[in-house]
């Protein structure tokens, strides 16, 4: 695999000062979401059934909470780092496996991966889809490069593409299984806006995340044909450790289904 991530100082690895606003965010999501179940003391035998819907809701709305705020990494190209593949014709796409435009016309290879996101209002309790918002998703290829940016793939565009969220507040792209770089648990990027003129004018983002994908399924995924440096580098790893997954990774855990043979389906809510 390329030896781009140690070039320079990566961006998931900046230190304490580049975190802490990402922290902070964090750590100010779960406290309201504590302070939302703190019981109420001293009510009276009347009192205790507003009090219980008031838990209740506010029960939900904590589960309900916006999905954890992420970088976007080293290798956006959404403007914010060099490159801008948002403005270019054709990156409204499903199927981002091939490159577009001006690109030298690759194609990534790898295990087969659809990738469904739906967005959802968090302030209604992820109970009412975003219609009409758009989703730019990006993730490295099977040798942990990322186009645009990596050695060798600075031509390609591919891996990279938008979509307008339907009547579901759902995205569909068809993928490829990404593989695993030094330092970093596999994952995928994506940003969330108001729309798909925004998104396409790289403006306004209202989210930025990343999703994860479980362990067992990238051991078997890995140990199939071009995945050889990804399995030494995920044996040094773990969701626990991670320098983006490590303070909590469950609203970003995707659900997976198929094989790797047949391809897999990776599905994720979105709360914004």
């Known amino acids: 695999m390329n030896e781009r991530h140690d070039e320079g100082p990566h961006e998931h690895d900046r230190g304490l000062s580049y975190d802490l606003p990402v922290l902070a965010r964090r750590r100010m999501i779960r406290l309201m979401a504590g302070a939302s179940l703190i019981p109420l003391m001293g009510c009276t035998t009347e009192e205790k059934t507003p009090a219980s819907s008031t838990s209740s809701s506010s029960s939900s709305s904590a589960a309900c909470a916006e ?62 889809p975003q219609k009409g918002a758009a989703v730019y998703l990006w993730h490295c290829d099977r040798e942990g490069n990322y186009s645009l940016y990596s050695e060798g793939v600075t031509d390609e565009n591919y891996l990279r593409g938008v979509q307008e969220t339907d009547d579901k507040g759902q995205v569909t792209f068809t993928s490829v299984f990404p593989g695993c770089y030094a330092g970093r648990w596999p994952h995928i ?84």
Do not use: W
């Open 67 to 128: 999905i954890p705020e992420e970088t976007a990494g080293p290798f956006p190209g959404d403007g914010s780092n060099g490159v801008n593949v948002l403005k270019e014709s054709g990156v409204v796409r499903s199927d981002i496996t091939k490159s577009f435009g001006d690109s030298a016309g690759g194609t990534a290879e790898g295990v087969p991966l659809t990738i469904t996101l739906t967005v959802v209002d968090a302030a209604s309790g992820c109970g009412t």
């Open 189 to 272: 990027h994506f940003e969330v806006y108001g729309s798909l003129a925004d998104a396409t004018a790289a403006t306004s983002i209202t989210n930025t995340s990343q999703l994860a994908f479980p362990k067992d399924v990238c051991d078997t995924v890995y140990a199939t044909d071009g995945y050889d440096a990804s399995v030494r580098n995920l044996s040094s790893l773990s969701l626990e450790d991670d320098g983006i997954f490590s303070d909590g990774h469950e609203r970003q855990l995707a659900a997976m289904k198929g094989s790797a043979g047949d391809g897999y389906t990776a599905t994720l809510t979105v709360p914004v």
